[in-house]
Protein backbone atom coordinates (compact mmCIF):
# COMPACT_ATOMS: atom_id res chain seq x y z
CA UNK A 1 0.00 0.00 0.00
CA UNK A 2 1.37 3.63 -0.92
CA UNK A 3 -1.27 5.83 0.38
CA UNK A 4 -4.01 5.82 2.77
CA UNK A 5 -7.74 7.18 2.01
CA UNK A 6 -10.31 7.15 5.05
CA UNK A 7 -9.62 3.55 5.70
CA UNK A 8 -11.69 1.55 8.70
CA UNK A 9 -9.15 0.81 11.98
CA UNK A 10 -9.97 -2.74 10.98
CA UNK A 11 -8.64 -2.08 7.47
CA UNK A 12 -5.47 -0.25 8.88
CA UNK A 13 -4.69 -2.86 11.51
CA UNK A 14 -5.29 -6.00 9.03
CA UNK A 15 -3.28 -4.16 6.00
CA UNK A 16 -0.04 -2.88 8.26
CA UNK A 17 1.36 0.18 6.04
CA UNK A 18 4.43 1.41 5.57
CA UNK A 19 5.17 4.95 4.83
CA UNK A 20 7.51 7.50 3.69
CA UNK A 21 10.41 8.36 6.26
CA UNK A 22 9.35 11.16 8.95
CA UNK A 23 5.69 10.95 7.04
CA UNK A 24 2.77 10.86 9.50
CA UNK A 25 0.18 8.39 8.56
CA UNK A 26 -2.06 10.54 7.12
CA UNK A 27 -0.09 12.25 4.75
CA UNK A 28 -0.36 11.34 1.21
CA UNK A 29 3.53 10.58 0.17
CA UNK A 30 4.54 7.94 -2.20
CA UNK A 31 6.41 5.47 0.10
CA UNK A 32 9.34 4.27 -2.50
CA UNK A 33 10.57 7.71 -3.05
CA UNK A 34 13.51 7.85 -1.45
CA UNK A 35 13.19 4.45 0.17
CA UNK A 36 16.96 3.37 -1.05
CA UNK A 37 19.45 6.12 0.11
CA UNK A 38 22.39 5.43 -2.02
CA UNK A 39 22.48 4.77 -5.46
CA UNK A 40 23.53 0.81 -6.32
CA UNK A 41 26.87 0.64 -7.31
CA UNK A 42 29.73 -2.31 -8.02
CA UNK A 43 28.08 -5.75 -8.87
CA UNK A 44 24.50 -6.74 -7.43
CA UNK A 45 23.97 -10.13 -6.20
CA UNK A 46 20.61 -11.52 -6.36
CA UNK A 47 19.23 -10.29 -3.19
CA UNK A 48 20.70 -6.55 -3.78
CA UNK A 49 18.95 -6.66 -7.67
CA UNK A 50 15.51 -8.01 -5.80
CA UNK A 51 15.64 -5.34 -3.39
CA UNK A 52 16.40 -2.77 -5.95
CA UNK A 53 13.68 -4.06 -8.71
CA UNK A 54 11.02 -4.18 -6.06
CA UNK A 55 11.46 -0.62 -5.44
CA UNK A 56 11.49 0.27 -8.58
CA UNK A 57 8.50 -1.44 -9.11
CA UNK A 58 6.69 0.21 -6.17
CA UNK A 59 7.37 3.27 -8.26
CA UNK A 60 6.58 2.16 -11.32
CA UNK A 61 3.18 1.75 -9.65
CA UNK A 62 2.49 4.81 -7.73
CA UNK A 63 0.28 7.27 -8.31
CA UNK A 64 2.53 10.20 -7.39
CA UNK A 65 0.82 13.16 -5.35
CA UNK A 66 1.09 17.00 -5.33
CA UNK A 67 3.29 16.13 -2.20
CA UNK A 68 5.91 14.16 -4.05
CA UNK A 69 6.24 16.98 -6.75
CA UNK A 70 3.77 15.92 -9.17
CA UNK A 71 3.38 18.88 -11.73
CA UNK A 72 5.21 20.81 -13.42
CA UNK A 73 4.17 24.79 -13.32
CA UNK A 74 6.91 26.37 -14.65
CA UNK A 75 8.50 23.46 -16.54
CA UNK A 76 7.54 22.25 -20.04
CA UNK A 77 8.00 18.46 -21.63
CA UNK A 78 11.49 19.74 -22.97
CA UNK A 79 14.18 16.72 -22.72
CA UNK A 80 16.54 19.49 -22.33
CA UNK A 81 15.74 21.96 -18.70
CA UNK A 82 13.22 25.06 -20.36
CA UNK A 83 11.19 26.89 -18.43
CA UNK A 84 7.66 27.56 -19.29
CA UNK A 85 6.48 30.91 -20.62
CA UNK A 86 3.79 31.18 -18.07
CA UNK A 87 3.14 28.97 -14.50
CA UNK A 88 0.80 26.61 -15.86
CA UNK A 89 -3.21 26.50 -14.62
CA UNK A 90 -3.79 23.21 -14.23
CA UNK A 91 -1.87 19.96 -12.79
CA UNK A 92 -2.49 17.80 -15.33
CA UNK A 93 -3.20 18.15 -18.93
CA UNK A 94 -3.77 15.79 -21.53
CA UNK A 95 -1.97 17.50 -24.17
CA UNK A 96 0.63 19.46 -22.96
CA UNK A 97 0.76 17.52 -20.06
CA UNK A 98 1.39 16.49 -17.17
CA UNK A 99 -0.80 13.98 -17.97
CA UNK A 100 -0.28 11.02 -15.36
CA UNK A 101 0.68 10.68 -11.91
CA UNK A 102 1.40 6.78 -12.45
CA UNK A 103 3.73 5.14 -15.09
CA UNK A 104 1.53 1.78 -15.06
CA UNK A 105 -1.70 3.92 -15.99
CA UNK A 106 -0.26 4.30 -19.48
CA UNK A 107 1.98 0.87 -19.03
CA UNK A 108 -1.03 -1.90 -18.34
CA UNK A 109 -1.84 -4.00 -21.54
CA UNK A 110 -1.70 -6.89 -20.64
CA UNK A 111 -0.54 -6.27 -17.54
CA UNK A 112 1.77 -3.87 -14.99
CA UNK A 113 4.94 -2.95 -17.98
CA UNK A 114 2.77 -3.44 -21.18
CA UNK A 115 1.71 -1.68 -23.56
CA UNK A 116 -1.20 0.89 -23.54
CA UNK A 117 -4.87 1.00 -25.75
CA UNK A 118 -5.91 4.35 -27.61
CA UNK A 119 -6.71 6.33 -24.67
CA UNK A 120 -3.20 6.28 -23.55
CA UNK A 121 -1.88 8.08 -26.26
CA UNK A 122 0.73 10.82 -25.53
CA UNK A 123 1.52 14.32 -27.27
CA UNK A 124 4.88 14.41 -27.99
CA UNK A 125 6.36 18.17 -28.41
CA UNK A 126 10.18 19.34 -27.81
CA UNK A 127 7.72 22.13 -25.11
CA UNK A 128 11.00 25.06 -25.62
CA UNK A 129 8.44 27.84 -26.25
CA UNK A 130 5.26 26.35 -25.10
CA UNK A 131 3.93 25.34 -21.79
CA UNK A 132 -0.13 24.79 -22.83
CA UNK A 133 -1.58 23.99 -25.67
CA UNK A 134 -5.27 22.17 -25.73
CA UNK A 135 -5.40 21.15 -29.54
CA UNK A 136 -4.05 17.38 -30.94
CA UNK A 137 -3.65 19.03 -34.33
CA UNK A 138 -0.07 17.32 -35.68
CA UNK A 139 1.33 20.93 -35.84
CA UNK A 140 1.93 21.33 -32.13
CA UNK A 141 2.60 17.87 -31.35
CA UNK A 142 2.99 14.24 -32.39
CA UNK A 143 0.61 11.75 -31.00
CA UNK A 144 2.05 8.35 -29.81
CA UNK A 145 0.78 5.39 -28.82
CA UNK A 146 2.37 3.26 -25.52
CA UNK A 147 5.08 0.82 -26.33
CA UNK A 148 5.36 -2.00 -23.61
CA UNK A 149 8.70 -2.19 -21.69
CA UNK A 150 8.67 -6.41 -21.61
CA UNK A 151 12.51 -7.39 -22.50
CA UNK A 152 13.43 -4.08 -22.80
CA UNK A 153 17.18 -4.87 -21.03
CA UNK A 154 18.12 -7.24 -23.50
CA UNK A 155 16.95 -4.86 -26.41
CA UNK A 156 19.23 -2.08 -24.92
CA UNK A 157 22.04 -4.46 -24.72
CA UNK A 158 21.92 -5.62 -28.23
CA UNK A 159 21.88 -2.22 -28.82
CA UNK A 160 25.07 -1.30 -26.68
CA UNK A 161 26.97 -4.21 -28.26
CA UNK A 162 25.69 -2.95 -31.84
CA UNK A 163 27.26 0.22 -31.34
CA UNK A 164 30.28 -0.79 -29.87
CA UNK A 165 30.96 -2.73 -32.91
CA UNK A 166 29.59 -0.15 -35.51
CA UNK A 167 32.15 2.53 -33.50
CA UNK A 168 35.28 0.11 -33.90
CA UNK A 169 34.73 -0.39 -37.41
CA UNK A 170 34.89 2.95 -38.00
CA UNK A 171 37.59 3.38 -35.67
CA UNK A 172 39.48 0.28 -38.25
CA UNK A 173 38.95 1.96 -41.59
CA UNK A 174 40.57 5.81 -40.32
CA UNK A 175 43.37 3.86 -39.27
CA UNK A 176 43.31 1.92 -42.74
CA UNK A 177 42.76 5.11 -44.25
CA UNK A 178 45.84 6.69 -43.00
CA UNK A 179 48.44 3.76 -43.21
CA UNK A 180 47.63 3.18 -47.03
CA UNK A 181 47.04 7.11 -47.35
CA UNK A 182 44.04 6.31 -49.04
CA UNK A 183 40.73 6.65 -48.84
CA UNK A 184 38.46 3.28 -47.35
CA UNK A 185 34.81 3.13 -47.68
CA UNK A 186 33.64 0.37 -45.61
CA UNK A 187 30.71 -1.42 -44.52
CA UNK A 188 28.35 -0.63 -41.30
CA UNK A 189 26.83 -3.92 -40.21
CA UNK A 190 26.49 -5.45 -37.08
CA UNK A 191 24.94 -8.68 -36.00
CA UNK A 192 23.72 -9.03 -39.43
CA UNK A 193 21.70 -5.67 -39.86
CA UNK A 194 23.09 -3.22 -42.11
CA UNK A 195 23.63 0.47 -41.57
CA UNK A 196 24.94 1.71 -44.84
CA UNK A 197 28.55 2.67 -45.48
CA UNK A 198 31.14 5.61 -44.36
CA UNK A 199 34.23 6.39 -46.09
CA UNK A 200 37.21 7.68 -43.99
CA UNK A 201 39.90 9.81 -45.05
CA UNK A 202 43.82 9.90 -45.01
CA UNK A 203 43.38 13.05 -43.50
CA UNK A 204 40.93 11.88 -40.72
CA UNK A 205 37.67 13.22 -42.09
CA UNK A 206 34.41 10.98 -42.83
CA UNK A 207 32.33 11.29 -44.89
CA UNK A 208 28.71 10.00 -43.86
CA UNK A 209 26.48 10.78 -46.88
CA UNK A 210 25.67 6.99 -46.91
CA UNK A 211 24.42 6.00 -43.61
CA UNK A 212 21.18 3.98 -43.53
CA UNK A 213 18.96 3.72 -40.44
CA UNK A 214 21.24 5.24 -37.21
CA UNK A 215 22.38 8.83 -36.42
CA UNK A 216 25.84 9.82 -37.45
CA UNK A 217 28.08 8.89 -34.21
CA UNK A 218 27.08 5.64 -35.03
CA UNK A 219 25.33 5.47 -31.47
CA UNK A 220 21.91 2.66 -31.68
CA UNK A 221 19.09 4.07 -29.73
CA UNK A 222 16.04 1.43 -29.30
CA UNK A 223 13.33 3.37 -27.66
CA UNK A 224 10.50 5.38 -28.77
CA UNK A 225 8.73 4.95 -32.12
CA UNK A 226 11.31 7.44 -33.54
CA UNK A 227 14.11 5.25 -32.11
CA UNK A 228 15.93 8.41 -30.61
CA UNK A 229 15.79 7.43 -26.74
CA UNK A 230 19.60 5.91 -25.91
CA UNK A 231 18.62 4.16 -22.57
CA UNK A 232 16.14 2.64 -19.83
CA UNK A 233 18.17 5.56 -17.92
CA UNK A 234 17.36 8.44 -20.79
CA UNK A 235 13.71 6.76 -21.22
CA UNK A 236 12.76 7.26 -17.13
CA UNK A 237 14.03 10.34 -16.70
CA UNK A 238 12.63 11.82 -19.90
CA UNK A 239 9.38 10.40 -19.09
CA UNK A 240 8.70 11.22 -15.50
CA UNK A 241 9.59 15.25 -16.09
CA UNK A 242 6.92 14.74 -19.14
CA UNK A 243 4.33 12.73 -17.70
CA UNK A 244 4.33 13.05 -14.12
CA UNK A 245 6.52 16.54 -13.56
CA UNK A 246 8.60 14.17 -11.79
CA UNK A 247 12.00 15.98 -12.20
CA UNK A 248 15.20 13.38 -11.69
CA UNK A 249 18.06 15.49 -9.54
CA UNK A 250 20.58 14.28 -12.45
CA UNK A 251 18.78 16.65 -15.57
CA UNK A 252 16.97 18.98 -13.48
CA UNK A 253 19.14 19.41 -10.08
CA UNK A 254 21.58 21.92 -9.57
CA UNK A 255 24.74 20.12 -11.81
CA UNK A 256 22.92 21.64 -14.73
CA UNK A 257 20.39 23.70 -13.51
CA UNK A 258 21.74 25.65 -10.82
CA UNK A 259 18.62 24.98 -9.10
CA UNK A 260 17.23 22.67 -6.72
CA UNK A 261 13.40 23.19 -7.55
CA UNK A 262 13.71 23.69 -11.28
CA UNK A 263 10.17 23.76 -11.84
CA UNK A 264 8.99 25.79 -8.93
CA UNK A 265 6.58 23.66 -7.18
CA UNK A 266 7.60 24.33 -4.12
CA UNK A 267 9.45 20.32 -3.47
CA UNK A 268 13.37 19.53 -4.40
CA UNK A 269 14.83 16.56 -5.15
CA UNK A 270 11.85 14.85 -6.68
CA UNK A 271 13.60 11.63 -8.09
CA UNK A 272 17.03 11.04 -6.54
CA UNK A 273 19.88 8.61 -8.71
CA UNK A 274 18.89 6.13 -6.55
CA UNK A 275 14.60 6.31 -7.27
CA UNK A 276 16.02 6.27 -11.32
CA UNK A 277 18.25 3.28 -10.78
CA UNK A 278 15.08 1.27 -9.14
CA UNK A 279 13.01 2.18 -12.08
CA UNK A 280 15.53 1.04 -14.80
CA UNK A 281 16.68 -1.97 -12.44
CA UNK A 282 12.32 -3.09 -13.08
CA UNK A 283 12.44 -2.33 -16.44
CA UNK A 284 15.65 -4.20 -17.27
CA UNK A 285 14.77 -7.18 -16.00
CA UNK A 286 11.16 -7.91 -17.24
CA UNK A 287 11.14 -11.17 -18.98
CA UNK A 288 10.76 -11.30 -22.61
CA UNK A 289 7.15 -11.83 -24.78
CA UNK A 290 7.06 -15.47 -25.91
CA UNK A 291 6.02 -17.35 -28.93
CA UNK A 292 2.75 -19.05 -27.68
CA UNK A 293 1.56 -22.47 -29.08
CA UNK A 294 -1.97 -22.81 -29.93
CA UNK A 295 -4.22 -25.10 -28.10
CA UNK A 296 -6.00 -25.36 -30.99
CA UNK A 297 -5.21 -27.56 -33.31
CA UNK A 298 -6.29 -25.31 -36.32
CA UNK A 299 -4.59 -22.88 -35.48
CA UNK A 300 -1.54 -24.09 -34.10
CA UNK A 301 -1.50 -25.60 -38.05
CA UNK A 302 -2.26 -22.34 -39.49
CA UNK A 303 0.32 -20.29 -37.13
CA UNK A 304 3.33 -23.28 -38.52
CA UNK A 305 2.31 -22.03 -42.24
CA UNK A 306 2.44 -18.30 -41.10
CA UNK A 307 5.76 -18.10 -39.57
CA UNK A 308 7.14 -19.28 -43.16
CA UNK A 309 4.76 -16.90 -44.87
CA UNK A 310 6.06 -14.57 -43.08
CA UNK A 311 9.88 -15.28 -44.35
CA UNK A 312 8.49 -16.02 -47.94
CA UNK A 313 7.24 -12.19 -48.25
CA UNK A 314 10.56 -10.59 -46.80
CA UNK A 315 8.80 -9.16 -43.56
CA UNK A 316 12.13 -10.97 -42.00
CA UNK A 317 14.35 -8.55 -43.82
CA UNK A 318 12.90 -5.36 -41.14
CA UNK A 319 11.71 -7.84 -38.57
CA UNK A 320 14.24 -10.16 -38.03
CA UNK A 321 13.10 -13.21 -35.86
CA UNK A 322 16.06 -13.02 -33.22
CA UNK A 323 19.48 -10.79 -32.82
CA UNK A 324 22.62 -12.60 -30.66
CA UNK A 325 23.73 -11.15 -27.58
CA UNK A 326 26.88 -11.92 -26.43
CA UNK A 327 26.50 -10.59 -22.73
CA UNK A 328 23.83 -10.13 -20.22
CA UNK A 329 25.76 -8.24 -18.00
CA UNK A 330 23.46 -5.17 -17.76
CA UNK A 331 25.34 -1.81 -16.34
CA UNK A 332 23.23 1.36 -14.89
CA UNK A 333 24.54 3.67 -16.04
CA UNK A 334 25.76 2.90 -19.08
CA UNK A 335 28.78 3.92 -21.82
CA UNK A 336 26.34 5.56 -24.82
CA UNK A 337 24.14 8.23 -22.13
CA UNK A 338 24.11 11.39 -23.37
CA UNK A 339 24.85 14.81 -21.19
CA UNK A 340 21.68 15.16 -18.85
CA UNK A 341 21.27 11.58 -18.26
CA UNK A 342 24.13 10.24 -15.68
CA UNK A 343 26.69 8.45 -17.26
CA UNK A 344 29.04 5.49 -16.04
CA UNK A 345 32.30 8.09 -15.82
CA UNK A 346 30.45 10.16 -13.68
CA UNK A 347 30.13 7.34 -10.83
CA UNK A 348 32.59 5.76 -8.76
CA UNK A 349 30.84 2.32 -10.36
CA UNK A 350 28.24 1.82 -12.19
CA UNK A 351 25.77 -1.25 -10.77
CA UNK A 352 26.09 -3.84 -12.34
CA UNK A 353 23.80 -7.05 -12.53
CA UNK A 354 23.67 -10.11 -14.41
CA UNK A 355 20.17 -10.76 -16.01
CA UNK A 356 21.82 -14.18 -16.71
CA UNK A 357 20.74 -15.16 -12.85
CA UNK A 358 16.90 -14.53 -13.47
CA UNK A 359 14.57 -17.55 -14.15
CA UNK A 360 13.33 -16.41 -17.65
CA UNK A 361 16.96 -16.18 -18.60
CA UNK A 362 17.50 -19.90 -18.59
CA UNK A 363 14.75 -20.42 -20.92
CA UNK A 364 16.65 -18.14 -23.57
CA UNK A 365 17.60 -20.24 -26.57
CA UNK A 366 21.62 -19.87 -27.80
CA UNK A 367 23.44 -21.09 -30.83
CA UNK A 368 26.45 -22.39 -31.62
CA UNK A 369 28.85 -19.77 -30.39
CA UNK A 370 26.99 -19.50 -26.95
CA UNK A 371 24.96 -16.27 -27.67
CA UNK A 372 21.49 -15.90 -25.94
CA UNK A 373 19.08 -15.44 -29.50
CA UNK A 374 16.62 -12.41 -28.08
CA UNK A 375 13.84 -13.09 -30.54
CA UNK A 376 12.41 -9.83 -30.66
CA UNK A 377 11.71 -9.95 -34.67
CA UNK A 378 13.09 -6.46 -35.04
CA UNK A 379 16.29 -4.90 -36.36
CA UNK A 380 16.73 -1.73 -34.36
CA UNK A 381 17.29 0.42 -37.60
CA UNK A 382 15.15 3.16 -38.64
CA UNK A 383 13.69 2.64 -41.74
CA UNK A 384 11.36 5.25 -44.26
CA UNK A 385 7.87 4.24 -44.04
CA UNK A 386 5.23 6.36 -46.57
CA UNK A 387 5.69 6.34 -50.01
CA UNK A 388 3.66 8.43 -52.95
CA UNK A 389 1.08 5.75 -52.80
CA UNK A 390 0.79 4.65 -48.97
CA UNK A 391 1.31 6.96 -46.33
CA UNK A 392 -0.64 5.45 -43.52
CA UNK A 393 2.12 6.35 -41.12
CA UNK A 394 2.62 9.37 -42.50
CA UNK A 395 0.14 11.75 -40.42
CA UNK A 396 2.98 13.65 -38.42
CA UNK A 397 3.65 17.20 -39.09
CA UNK A 398 6.67 17.70 -36.57
CA UNK A 399 10.33 16.16 -36.49
CA UNK A 400 11.42 14.47 -33.82
CA UNK A 401 15.21 14.71 -32.69
CA UNK A 402 16.14 15.76 -36.37
CA UNK A 403 14.28 12.27 -37.39
CA UNK A 404 12.34 12.93 -40.41
CA UNK A 405 8.83 12.36 -40.35
CA UNK A 406 8.16 9.53 -42.40
CA UNK A 407 10.88 7.81 -40.78
CA UNK A 408 10.12 5.24 -37.81
CA UNK A 409 12.26 2.70 -35.94
CA UNK A 410 10.93 -1.16 -37.32
CA UNK A 411 8.78 -2.10 -34.22
CA UNK A 412 9.85 -5.33 -32.27
CA UNK A 413 6.66 -7.13 -32.91
CA UNK A 414 7.20 -9.65 -29.82
CA UNK A 415 4.29 -9.15 -27.58
CA UNK A 416 2.05 -8.17 -30.32
CA UNK A 417 -0.50 -10.83 -29.59
CA UNK A 418 -1.27 -9.11 -26.74
CA UNK A 419 -0.58 -5.24 -27.09
CA UNK A 420 -3.78 -4.09 -30.30
CA UNK A 421 -4.53 -1.80 -31.44
CA UNK A 422 -1.57 -0.62 -33.48
CA UNK A 423 0.88 1.47 -35.23
CA UNK A 424 2.35 4.32 -33.53
CA UNK A 425 -0.10 6.17 -32.35
CA UNK A 426 -2.80 3.50 -31.59
CA UNK A 427 -4.94 3.55 -34.37
CA UNK A 428 -4.98 0.20 -36.59
CA UNK A 429 -7.68 -1.94 -34.78
CA UNK A 430 -6.34 -5.34 -36.22
CA UNK A 431 -2.84 -6.41 -37.85
CA UNK A 432 -4.49 -6.68 -41.44
CA UNK A 433 -4.72 -2.84 -41.82
CA UNK A 434 -1.60 -1.84 -39.58
CA UNK A 435 0.26 -4.71 -42.25
CA UNK A 436 -1.62 -2.73 -45.32
CA UNK A 437 -0.67 0.48 -43.77
CA UNK A 438 3.15 -0.37 -44.60
CA UNK A 439 5.04 1.92 -47.36
CA UNK A 440 8.31 2.80 -48.12
CA UNK A 441 10.81 0.72 -47.30
CA UNK A 442 8.59 -2.29 -46.39
CA UNK A 443 6.44 -1.78 -49.46
CA UNK A 444 7.49 -4.65 -51.09
CA UNK A 445 5.94 -7.10 -48.77
CA UNK A 446 3.23 -5.20 -47.86
CA UNK A 447 2.56 -5.62 -51.61
CA UNK A 448 3.29 -9.18 -51.73
CA UNK A 449 1.11 -9.64 -48.34
CA UNK A 450 -1.93 -8.11 -50.45
CA UNK A 451 -1.24 -10.16 -53.59
CA UNK A 452 -1.23 -13.43 -50.83
CA UNK A 453 -4.61 -16.21 -50.97
CA UNK A 454 -6.95 -15.27 -48.37
CA UNK A 455 -6.09 -18.60 -46.77
CA UNK A 456 -2.03 -17.35 -46.88
CA UNK A 457 -3.24 -13.97 -45.50
CA UNK A 458 -4.82 -15.94 -42.27
CA UNK A 459 -2.48 -18.16 -41.22
CA UNK A 460 0.12 -15.56 -40.95
CA UNK A 461 -1.97 -13.29 -38.82
CA UNK A 462 -2.59 -16.67 -37.18
CA UNK A 463 1.49 -16.70 -36.78
CA UNK A 464 2.03 -12.89 -35.77
CA UNK A 465 -0.74 -13.67 -33.04
CA UNK A 466 0.97 -16.35 -31.14
CA UNK A 467 3.90 -13.46 -30.39
CA UNK A 468 2.79 -12.96 -26.99
CA UNK A 469 3.22 -11.16 -23.50
CA UNK A 470 3.23 -14.19 -20.38
Given amino acids: MRHIVLLSCAAILSAQPTFAENATPWEERTEAIGSIKKMPRGFLGRAEL ?94 RGTNHLFGAGLIELLAREMSSELIEIRAQALRKAKNQNESIRQKLTSKGISFGFITAHSDGLIDLTELDGIDSDLVIRPFSQKGVMTSLRQFTVNAANHHHGMQATERFGTRWTGELDFDEDGYKLELSHADISALVAWQATLRPPVKVEPENTLWKEAALKGETKFDDLGCTSCHVPALPLTSLQFDDPGIFDVAGTLQSFQVEAPATYDLAMLEWAQSLPRNEKGQVLVPLFGDLKRHVMTDNQVDGFGNELMSQRFVDRNIFITAELWGLGSTAPYGHRNDFADLHSVIDAHGGSARKSRDAYLAASESEKSQLIAFLRTLEIK
Fill in 50 to 143: DKLVKTGEDLFAAKFTTQDGVGRPKATAAILPTKARRISQNLFARTSGSDSGSCAACHNEPFMGGAGDFVTNVFVSEGFTNSDFDSTNPQFSNE
